[in-house]
T-cell receptor, first 112, second 114 residues
Framework: SQKIEQNSEALNIQEGKTATLTCNYT??????LQWYRQDPGRGPVFLLL?????KEKRKERLKVTFDTTLKQSLFHITASQPADSATYLC???????????FGTGTRLKVLA | NAGVTQTPKFQVLKTGQSMTLQCAQD?????MYWYRQDPGMGLRLIYY???????DKGEVPNGYNVSRLNKREFSLRLESAAPSQTSVYFC?????????????FGEGSWLTVV
């Protein structure tokens, strides 16, 4: 079955640096890959979607890459701020299905 | 905008009790979902409803039932609660159930079964 791997350990970085989070998956590549942000005690909030035929997607300080050869997506936050501290989830979606497979998330802490 | 609203926020149940989690969305979305989130397990789909009048099982449906009451509302029922159902439950909705759609989540319901 399909599995998603995100670093379970928290990532601590200094304010102003670029944070890079990794999402690896096994088996076949999804048609879509999404990234969500989740704050403690809250529901996930959608950030970005990238399709399998796209290499890179940007939104303000956020950038997502999708490498189907490596079976990996990287999520970058440039010029990180303490307000970016949260858990970030990746989710895979396959064409023609309802099913979204979520990773366990990586907790990011941006230090002032 | 209210988005996805779910109630209750917190609930403690005794083993064997039943309860219903309520969910409503005001975005006119066709599809609705119930997920549970457990430490180290990620979000897992319990049931979903692709459109009004339809429901289908997800990854972990055992011990749950759902009702799509109308386009806005999708409830999750635990008929006989078990400690293994202690979790955080999220209701969600999307415009359509096909992949590529943004999923909008509620704020979560924390359920403890003792």
């Amino acid at each position: 079955s399909q599995k998603i791997e995100q670093n379970s350990e928290a990532l601590n970085i200094q304010e102003g640096k670029t944070a890079t989070l990794t999402c690896n998956y096994t088996n076949y590549s999804p048609a879509y890959l999404q990234w969500y942000r989740q704050d403690p005690g809250r529901g996930p909030v959608f950030l970005l979607l990238i399709r399998e035929n796209e290499k890179e997607k940007r939104k303000e300080r956020l950038k997502v890459t999708f490498d189907t050869t490596l079976k990996q997506s990287l999520f970058h936050i440039t010029a990180s701020q303490p307000a970016d501290s949260a858990t970030y989830l990746c989710a895979l979606a396959y064409s023609g299905t309802y099913k979204y497979i979520f990773g366990t998330g990586t907790r990011l802490k941006v230090l002032a | 905008n209210a988005g996805v609203t779910q109630t209750p926020k917190f609930q403690v149940l005794k083993t064997g009790q039943s309860m219903t989690l309520q969910c409503a969305q005001d975005m006119n979305h066709n599809s609705m979902y119930w997920y549970r989130q457990d430490p180290g397990m990620g979000l897992r789909l319990i049931y979903y409803s692709a459109s009004e009048g339809t429901t289908d099982k997800g990854e972990v449906p055992n011990g749950y039932n759902v009702s799509r009451l109308n386009k806005r509302e999708f409830s999750l029922r635990l008929e006989s609660a078990a400690p293994s159902q202690t979790s955080v439950y999220f209701c969600a909705s999307s415009e359509r159930s096909l992949s590529g759609n943004t999923i909008y989540f509620g704020e979560g319901s924390w359920l403890t079964v003792v």
